[in-house]
């Protein structure tokens, strides 16, 4: 079996011994197709047990171990060792408060998500079978049902660092989500929520929210879709 | 600090968020987990949510039932059953209503596909059951009743990890908590207390389940000297990521794959010649252990060969004849793997490098799903003994409970089925008992027992013991003698291994002394659980001397109605494990032999 040293070099802080953070450096030895996830745990579980960091399914999929490795908003279950290199630094995602070590407080971004009305709003009572709805109707929106809301968008964009009231690249895939589904009576008060100044506009069209998406959703397009929705409904 | 509520939900994937939105619709409701409720891991299931719709063929929950009864190895009771699969369809409905993005079919309808199990029962052929929404159906069943609590301003308490079930008289008093980011404990003061927490596939080496999935629940329950039951059925899914267990879909072989050994021989051909590959999940399972058996694993190690490259699937198409509904030769294009299994092809990219369209995917079984469970009735209430009776205000629904709508072996789609029905039950029947019973006292110092197993556990400086240690060899342990085979010598080897591994847990290091978001006593308290919930599963492994389902034992072969058609309960008191029985409810359908 082929093992290859590894050297991390980790962003901790404790808030009740640390006044500011520091780097904690740990050599271990992985092999290249282990994921940084499983890293991080050997030096949890064998050398410090006080690192501290989110996870649950290790997939890919539950979206808790979003972080900064090498600079670069990904989850830390879906970079291999190979890909991050000998030496690997990780940080906890940007704009968010850091709790501990690699664990941010994800309420500010949990807020931006429920203040889009992130849920179907409709009306008229339900048949008594399924709302009909066609393939293309479907089509239309898959993309964004995809997210995970594992804050790697958001977290990565300049325009959230810079104001943490705009509501990001997660909140605004998430009424993408629900302005193009068919079933929905809503979209209009959406818009308008999206159209307020810490709405779409404070995006850029950097893309790194695109590259940071986990599950390749097309975040940059989302969101050019929804300004030019509301282009066209003059909003 | 303390809390009061009328109605507590322990865990926030489907089942707990299906029991809030009935719940809070009555009564003052809060949902806990130690997770943000949409990384429960129902949002990790990929193929579809069981109902006989019948939007592209006939169908009916009767045959639906005969099924999951059949595929239960008749274990499940009948009673639950029905009740399921009849509340089903309109569950699926409400669902949709609520937003849930399910596939199309042509005419607008939610579309289905079909799954090992489920069949017309007239001509015995599969028949498409299951409501999907493309590869990600857990997914969109979470984010969808996640939203429907948003909408519904569900009170949430988020990474507030549950440690004790309050008790007083024989009767639910609430639960202790503690709030992960200040390390402070809660006690919440309820009349209702619904356990939804998952499963615990963590006390095997190779499985599916998340990181998060410890058995916290049930490891309560037993502390607290409650029974389980039918520990022993725990299914294995023949087709994890090797080492890793990430699940590869039925779906692959539905599409023509085929399973092959370390000579290249597709040998599912000598252990089920008609349908090979598409055995149920049991049969698989343990086929390719026998095959590793014999040295007969891929380079003489333990996994098999998952092979869905076109010109392999087209050579088996063209061997068996294998025919296009119009009667044309069935062929596969690597177009078809791109958009049919979009997910599964990231999967192997991702951490195998392996591009399913040019290589074959290196597989072994991965502990899966336990049909075993807190004890409950069809209305989701903890019942606590051979005679079914309930114990006031405690509840408990999805995979953590025992209804027993799975029996022996769970058929595919119907967990996603079970964590809707028994969820939106349990939130009910919260509503009911919160309007008939009125709020008792809270015990003198309700949060003592949880302080102390804290306290305990955050003060062993001096241990020479690591937990990941202890947490590895218990996964070895059991992979080894608890898993697909079982026998006599080998579970009472895991048994023995066990008590020492408990042993050694009580002298622990822990590095981290701090109480802010300290998971290093977190994660020493869930193996903790993980250890009893190993314990009971090995010595009710080694009672039940049948093979039933998931529970195959080599020194008893043979399923045997006579003594065994009965669920087992095990009480864990004073260190020692106590086993006892309740009938299986049998009301239409006599158990038979299960061919396929």
Known sequence: MFVMKVQLRIRRFNPETDKKSWWGKYEIEAEPTDRVLDALHYVKWYQDGTLTLRRSCAHGICGSDAMRINGRNRLACKVLIKDAGRKITVEPILGLPVIKDLVVDMEPFMAHYRSVMPYLINDQPPPGTERLQSIEERERFDDTTKCILCAACTTSCPSFWVKGEYLGPAAIVQAHRFIFDSRDQASQERLGILAASDGVWRCRTIYNCTEACPRDIQVTQAIAEVKKEMLLRGL | ?596
């Open chain 2, 1 to 596: 600090m303390y809390h009061k509520y009328d109605a507590v939900i322990v865990g926030a994937g489907g089942a707990g968020l299906m029991a809030a939105l009935y719940a809070s619709r009555g009564v003052k409701t809060a949902v806990l987990s130690k997770l943000y409720p949409t990384r429960s891991h129902t949002g990790t299931a990929q193929g579809g949510m069981g109902a006989a719709l019948g939007n592209h063929e006939e169908d009916n929950p009767e045959w639906h039932t005969f099924d999951t009864i059949k595929g239960s190895d008749y274990l499940a009771d009948q009673d639950a059953v029905k009740i399921m699969c009849y509340e089903a369809v309109d569950i699926v409905y409400e669902l949709e209503h609520m937003g849930l993005p399910f596939n199309r079919t042509e005419e607008g309808r939610i579309a289905q596909r079909p799954f090992g199990g489920h069949t017309n029962n007239v001509t015995k052929r599969p028949v498409r059951r299951a409501c999907y929404a493309a590869d990600r159906t857990g997914h969109m069943i979470l984010q969808t009743l996640y939203q429907q609590c948003i909408k519904n301003q569900v009170t949430f308490f988020d990474e507030f990890h549950v440690l004790d079930l309050i008790i007083e008289d024989g009767v639910t008093r609430g639960v202790v908590a503690v709030e992960m980011a200040t390390g402070e404990l809660h006690v919440f003061h309820a009349k209702t207390v619904l356990f939804a927490t998952g499963g615990w596939g963590k006390v095997w080496r190779v499985t599916s389940n998340a990181h998060s999935l410890t058995g916290d629940g049930p490891a309560i329950v037993l502390r607290r000297g409650l029974p389980l039951e039918d520990m022993e059925f725990f299914q294995f899914h023949p087709t994890g990521i090797y080492k890793m267990g990430i699940l590869i879909t039925e779906g692959v072989r539905g599409e023509g794959g085929v399973l092959a050994n370390g000579e290249g021989e597709r040998f599912m051909d000598r252990y089920a010649p008609t349908i090979k590959d598409l055995a149920s999940r049991d049969v698989i399972s343990r086929a390719i252990y026998l095959e590793v058996r014999a040295g007969k694993g891929i380079d003489g190690k333990d996994y098999v060969h998952l092979d869905v490259r076109p010109e392999t699937v087209n050579k088996y198409f063209e061997r068996d004849g294998i025919k296009n509904p119009d009667d044309t030769p069935r062929r596969i294009t690597a177009a078809d793997i791109e958009t049919k299994l979009p997910d599964i092809a990231d999967f192997t990219r991702t951490y195998l490098g392996v591009d399913p369209v040019a290589q074959p995917m290196p597989v072994q079984p991965t502990a899966h799903y336990a049909m075993g469970g807190i004890p409950t009735d069809v209305w989701a209430r903890v019942v606590i003994d051979g005679n079914n009776t309930v114990m006031p205000g405690f509840y408990a629904a999805g995979e953590v409970a025992c209804v027993s709508v799975h029996g022996a072996n769970r058929l595919g789609t119907n967990s996603l089925l079970d964590i809707n029905v028994f969820g939106k039950r349990a939130g009910m029947d919260m509503v009911r008992y919160c309007q008939e019973n009125d709020l008792l006292p809270l015990p003198k110092e309700p949060e003592a027992f949880a302080r102390e197993q804290l306290e305990s556990l955050r003060s062993r400086q001096n241990g020479r013991e690591r937990a990941a240690d202890i947490r590895s060899e218990m996964q070895d342990t059991m992979m080894d003698y608890v898993g697909v085979f079982r026998e006599e010598g080998g579970i009472e080897e895991a048994i023995d291994k066990l008590k020492e591994l408990q042993e050694r847990y009580e002298r622990i290091t822990i590095d981290d002394k701090g109480r802010q978001f300290n998971t290093d006593v977190l994660e020493a308290w869930e193996l903790g659980a993980l250890l009893d919930l190993a314990e009971v599963t090995a010595v009710t492994a080694l009672n039940r001397a049948e093979s039933r389902g998931g529970h195959y034992r080599e020194d008893y072969p043979k399923r045997d109605d006579e003594k065994w058609l009965r669920h087992s309960l095990v009480w864990r008191k004073d260190g020692q494990t106590e086993i006892g029985y309740k009938s299986v409810a049998i009301t239409e359908y006599e158990p038979k032999e299960r061919v396929y």
